[in-house]
């Protein structure tokens, strides 16, 4: 069934330990967008503008994501500059500048507003809020936030994560939310406003899972190698969000959202092989399903 | 099988954010005989003062842990003071007061020194070297250490390293000691110089562990109330490998070693649901075994 991301795309500029890229594609609705192909058709709805590369559209039509949601604006697109030490677990930002992003008024096409999975990226909740009013009783709605958000607008926030399903946070994002440390605990916080799980990102560590009555611990894929982090978490939610969407209509189980966590983890094990969205855009199925299998050999116990 | 370990036995003075105790039972063998005493008999080697409790030493041998190869030494028993954060994941040391651990000079009773397992607790490396000379031909010899012994005694904590089969490492020690960030390179790196197998504790993300060909992540049970986090490393090693000694004379396998983890790694659990050793010193078989299968439900994504 289709998916319907709202979310960024940019140019990255970005160094590592290992490297330095200049002006590659980025963007959380960038890196979604391709996790997710893999396992269902996407909708995407951004803005980029008129220097956004016709190339970098036609790729993403290749692989049988809906641009028709995608606006291009007169202006720049947005950009960021950053790197990471050593340690590639924090994101240092150099720059930020928005660009066409500061005035997106994100609209659906007509021929979305039927989406029955919806991904409300990382973007101003009023603007979150807004999509949910665009869209007719979707079946599943997952929420991604930051820090800036939690802090700057609290109200709409809090409005928007009420209307959700399901609500993906890092570590740091539920206890500054909260006000709790035990991530456990302020998880349940968290449902107590609406939604029925909590995904919890915990970066080279891997996901906890939080729903009434269940706890899901998966860790990431301990990688040897691993170029650039940036979008690691976009991918991960667009496996996460693309397997439950391939699951058709009927009901999802909790069996479902932990297959669903694996195949995200194991695309975004991925995507911080290689810099940008450049391992992302080749991937195949047989390579998805043989990392979701090392994940089985990664963490079984059983005799 | 017999399991022998030797290591430190102490009072601790503890402060966490859910309460403050005085002059309690602690240092890491008295946890790791506890926790070992669940799975299979304990020989214990370590050094006490006279103002040492004699409850506690024939509560440890009720355990059927035998204490033959403890020292009373006149003078006082070892003293640490701390205090956690309310984030629980770093010990904070106010005061050591070595006492009678500081001229501590293993010397194993001869009926010891046929312990076919054998763990040399985080003591100075040449006292581990000494008592891998009073051992006769053991089965396994898993070793734990801590960044002290890795600044002040590199030279013969390398030696020691080199004639073990296990390595406990947290993550901070062992990249300091290889000076490699990535846990995976680190642990091979490790493993260049002799151990068959790594187990890095992560705390509160669990243990990863890296053996030839094959990795095993396993998460910490995600408690929602830990009280105090002293002593859940050296009980997991006292699960760990109390439960590889129960397994009997026949060739251990991955298995046996990931079940051990998941046996650590519960009773570690239990540890940190209260102050000192009063949650390890009631447990029951059943109460463990519950929580292994807890740890089942929590990590399995098979359909």
């Not at 202006?75 to 005035?103: I, M, P, S």
């Not at 500054?176 to 939604?195: D, K, Q, S």
């Not at 990102?201 to 990431?220: I, M, N, Q």
Request: hydrophobic share 40%.
């Amino acid at each position: 069934m289709s998916l319907l991301v709202v979310g960024s795309m940019a140019f990255d500029s970005i160094k590592s330990p290992f490297g330095e890229v200049e002006k590659v594609v980025g963007g959380s609705a960038t890196y979604f967008s391709l996790a997710a192909s893999y396992l269902s058709p996407v909708r995407l709805v951004s803005v980029v503008g008129k220097d956004f590369p016709h190339e970098v559209l036609e790729m993403l039509a290749a692989r049988s994501i809906d641009t028709s949601g995608l606006k291009i604006a007169d202006g720049k697109t947005f950009r960021w500059k950053g790197y990471y030490e050593y340690d590639l677990n924090t994101a240092h930002t150099v720059k930020t500048d928005l660009n066409v992003f500061q005035n997106f008024a994100p609209v659906l096409p007509d021929s979305f507003r039927d989406s029955p999975y919806v991904f409300l990226g990382n973007i101003d909740p009023r603007l979150q809020l807004d999509i949910l009013r665009q869209v007719r009783k979707p079946r599943l709605v997952a929420l991604d936030t930051m820090n800036y958000w939690i802090e700057k607008s609290p109200g709409p926030l809090r409005d928007v994560i009420g209307k959700v399903d399901i609500v993906i946070f890092n570590e740091g994002e539920i206890r500054e939310i909260t006000g709790e440390y035990n991530l456990v605990r302020a998880a349940r916080a968290v449902m107590g406003w609406g939604p029925s799980r909590i995904v919890i990102k915990r970066g080279e560590y891997g996901v906890l899972h939080v729903s009434d009555g269940t706890l899901f611990a998966a860790p990431a894929y301990p990688l040897e190698t691993i170029f650039d982090p940036t979008g690691a978490g976009d991918s991960f939610a667009g496996g996460f969000m693309g397997y439950l969407a391939s699951r058709g209509s009927r009901r999802l189980r909790e069996m479902d959202f932990r297959l669903a966590t694996m195949y995200g983890s194991a695309i975004a094990s991925f995507t911080v092989e290689a810099f940008s969205t450049e391992r992302l855009q080749n991937l195949t199925g047989g390579e998805i399903s043989q990392r979701v299998d090392s994940f089985r050999t990664l963490t079984n116990f059983r005799v």
